[in-house]
């Protein structure tokens, strides 16, 4: 079964209403072997904020070492969101695995007019899936309520109620109390029910799961909300014996409430598997977290908040959040679906000076022109697209002013893609290259099959809604271009994946025409032009990457790196090396302290910052960038006080304060892409793609630096080369490089001496002419930076490849 008819299986079962009783969900996992058997779950209801605090437990136990399964919804961008495993979304194959599976009993069922609910199969997917992953824990927010909620089937270790409001009264119960008594239900066995709630919810609560942990100002958790700092919230929790002092990604007084119950949570588990939950790990799981879409801010000038507040208590906590910054007038866009309470949201969101009412592309999206009749006292302006909306708002806003995006997760999900979407380059060279780029989009096998002879100029690879697609595909055809839409057929719940075709000349006129159309389409050609460099010119700052491919020379001043552990280790034996690379005209030095190789033992931040700073200190002066080789931020900040110029970071920003150390000095930035870091040659990650989902992984914590203060430009991208990767899958990497030019950052290939080459004969000792070719082919496929120990060779090959393309402007003056 392909993806896009197994996500279209899914999207066609019915959504609502909810039906009393589990029998239905008991019944589909038994089908599947119940594979919530021998999982410990966490499970977490409450009107607002589960998500956040789903996200946050997971997070924690991550830090504290458990493998994690994390269940949560609605999804942004994609379905396969909802499912995730140590951070990474449930792959296209198996959830199309997982449909083929159940799809005869599904049928079944349906024939008998009893066919199980989409959310009761998606969370029969997560549990299916967290069995297949092995995890340890598996943290599930609830849907609705708790009593019949399709989560409920499991038997908690712990939970948690993070408020209640009166909300779905049709189905929970016509007061706060009736609906905290139905969330009770959640309460596990053995540990006290976790909750925030007050009133006559908690009163239902307590006669329902007899004692809880209360969370609050004078709870048994007590949480003091200490203020903003830059977009982290500053945060202190204290319990019986502990007290964590940290900041949160998720912005908002009642985020610090939300840390709180999660900090409650992780230590209830992590006393059941009989592992360290100590005050650093709380600290740093809970300030890893983050929630794309809820007070999520993206600029600064003006300042641009996107927040999917979608319900009068929602907004309130938005409205709140809002009055800790500065800023002059309140530029709001707003849409919302038609069930939802406007008036009640509106009332409760600060007035705005200026709104443009718009309409998100799903079907239950209430008009836009009765959303302006909301609002009484603003300036409004109506528009049937989001990211025109969005645009209008920016092009009033001064740059002291505030543009928000709230009303509902479909608007946010629309408006996000302005700073989201991956436009992927493909090279395609012949027919096989063709079919594989046109499949990759989720095209049936007949479209595939009759559209491959006609991938032959350029392609482009993005990602839009439904109407987009259409009108691309219908201009496309009339430029004599071809277009390529996913097979997904639901207009509500996922974007389509587009691959266009054309030669340049098509695409600049396609660009043209774009522009002065509605639904988003103008923003859409200014990521075109930037994609296909058509009539763009970058900004340069000086980095040596911007005149050709650099080479980073590798000095490991450490006893135990895979390639020259020891060589270096001294500070004299260091600078040496640094000097004779420098003689060979390296661009970068890149000085680490820390061994990442298989196996390697951690060292404390004082010991490394022992071995790297002397010798930053020396050689600072030598006439090449330094860049510190380091996952922790203490380190980073005392090379860069030492006079670093680069961070490079091989976990991805791991440490959350990273990417502000990155920020405070203005300095370029590496984030690489690693599932595990020391390399755990057990991982045996899956992809289904590793380029498509590299690129996507990356992307994530690309917007993470950038929101700390970052520009592109300085956010350099290594897709991470044998760091949970197979030997063929780097290769992929290697011959696919240029996709990463989808993230508009520049591109760092770390091969040097690595096992991928086995494939080639290359064994361990033996491995430099492989590197020395990897590094042209480098070059030659879109890297900026080549990473590697034998500078002279590879200073030679990228040579060769720069000559290459531009025989009659090379003069060897970059080396």
């Keep these: 079964m392909e993806f896009h008819e197994a996500a279209n299986f899914l999207f066609d079962l019915r959504r609502y209403p909810p039906r009393p009783g589990l029998d239905a969900t008991d019944d589909l996992l038994s089908v599947l072997d119940d594979p919530h058997e021998g999982i410990a779950f966490v499970q977490i209801a409450g009107s607002n904020g589960k998500g956040s605090t789903a996200r946050m437990v997971a997070s924690v136990l991550r830090e504290a070492g458990l493998d994690v399964g994390l269940y949560t919804s609605p999804h942004l961008d994609s379905v396969r969101e909802r499912v995730r495993v140590d951070g990474r979304m449930i792959t296209e194959s198996a959830l199309a695995e997982y449909v083929a599976t159940i799809r005869p009993y599904v049928l079944e069922r349906a024939a008998d007019g009893d066919a199980p609910t989409f959310f009761e199969v998606l969370t029969g997917m997560a549990l299916w899936e967290f069995r297949r992953q092995s995890v340890d824990v598996a943290v599930l927010e609830v849907g609705l309520g708790g009593r019949y909620d399709a989560t409920s089937v499991v038997d908690p270790v712990a939970s948690a109620i993070t408020s209640v409001t009166l909300e779905h009264t049709d189905m929970l119960g016509d007061t706060v109390g009736e609906i905290g008594r139905d969330m009770a239900t959640v309460a596990p066995r053995e540990n006290d029910i976790v909750t925030a709630a007050t009133g006559d919810a908690r009163a239902a609560i307590d006669e329902s799961a007899g004692d809880a942990v209360t969370v609050g100002t004078d709870g048994d958790v007590s949480v003091t909300h200490e203020g903003r700092t830059g977009i982290e919230n500053a945060i202190r929790l204290s319990g019986a014996d502990w007290t964590v002092e940290t900041q949160l990604s998720l912005l908002g007084a009642h985020q610090a409430e939300n840390a709180g119950i999660a900090a409650a949570l992780a230590r209830q588990v992590t006393d059941e598997f009989d592992v360290e939950c100590d005050e650093e790990t709380l600290a740093r799981g809970l300030r890893a977290a983050y929630w794309p879409g809820r007070f999520e801010v993206l600029e600064r000038d003006p300042l641009v908040v996107l927040d999917g507040a979608h319900n009068p208590g929602a907004c309130e906590r938005l409205a709140d959040t809002l009055d800790e910054f500065d800023f002059e007038n309140l530029h709001l866009v707003f849409g919302a679906l038609a069930d939802k309470d406007h008036r009640g949201m509106v009332d409760a969101l600060p007035t705005p000076e200026h709104v443009v009412a718009c309409r998100p592309d799903v079907p239950r999206a209430e008009d836009n022109a009765v959303l302006a009749e909301v609002f009484d006292d603003s300036h409004v302006e109506t528009s049937s697209d989001v990211t025109d909306a969005l645009q209008t708002a920016l092009e009033a806003a001064e740059p002291n002013d505030c543009v928000l995006v ?12 302005r700073w989201s979407r991956l436009d992927v380059p493909k090279e395609i060279d012949g027919l096989d290259d063709a079919r594989r780029a046109i499949k990759g989009t989720h095209v049936t096998d007949a479209g595939a099959y009759r559209m491959r002879g006609k991938a032959v100029h350029r392609a482009l690879k993005t990602r839009v809604r439904p109407r987009q697609a259409q009108y691309l595909k219908e201009e496309l055809l009339s430029l004599g271009g071809e277009c390529s839409i996913s097979g997904l057929n639901d207009q509500d719940e996922e974007s389509l994946d587009v691959l266009m075709l054309a030669t340049l000349a ?72 640094a000097e004779a690379m420098v003689d060979e005209g390296v661009d970068i030095i890149d000085v680490g302290g820390e061994s990442t190789r298989p196996g390697a033992e951690p060292v404390s931040d004082e010991e490394e910052c022992e071995r790297v700073v002397p010798v930053i200190e020396r050689i600072a002066e030598l006439d090449a960038l330094v860049s510190i080789d380091t996952r922790k931020a203490a380190v980073a900040r005392a090379a860069l006080d030492a006079g670093a110029d680069i961070i490079n970071d091989v976990t991805g920003l791991d440490d959350p304060e990273m990417r502000f150390v990155a920020a405070d000095y203005d300095c370029p930035l590496v984030v690489m892409h690693s599932i595990d870091a020391p390399v755990d040659p057990d991982s045996t990650p899956e992809y289904d793609d590793v380029v498509g989902d590299t690129i996507r992984e990356l992307r994530e914590r690309v917007l993470l630096a950038e929101k700390a203060g970052l520009d592109r430009e300085q956010i350099i991208v290594d897709p991470g080369i044998g760091f949970g990767k197979s030997k063929r899958e780097n290769f992929a990497i290697l011959d696919r490089l240029a996709e990463f030019r989808a993230l508009d950052c520049p591109i760092l290939f770390g091969h040097s001496h690595k096992s991928m080459f086995d494939l080639v004969g290359s064994e361990a000792g033996e491995r430099l002419s492989a590197t020395v070719a990897a590094s042209a082919l480098a070059a030659e496929r879109g890297a900026d930076i080549v990473r590697v120990h034998d500078v002279a060779e590879s200073v030679a090959a990228v040579g060769v490849s720069k000559a290459a393309n531009a025989p009659n402007e090379f003069d060897g003056s970059h080396h």
């Design 406 to 417: 709230c009303g509902s997760l479909y608007v946010v999900r629309e408006a996000r893609t």
């Design 506 to 577: 098509q695409f600049k006129r396609l660009t043209e025409k774009l522009a002065g159309q509605p639904y988003g389409l103008a923003p859409l050609a200014d990521d075109i032009r930037e994609a296909l460099s058509i009539g763009v010119s970058s900004e340069k700052h000086g980095y040596p990457w911007e005149e050709g491919t650099a080479v980073m020379g590798i000095l490991n001043v450490t006893p135990d790196s895979f390639h020259d552990g020891g060589e270096f280790d001294t500070t004299e034996a260091a600078v040496q090396q």
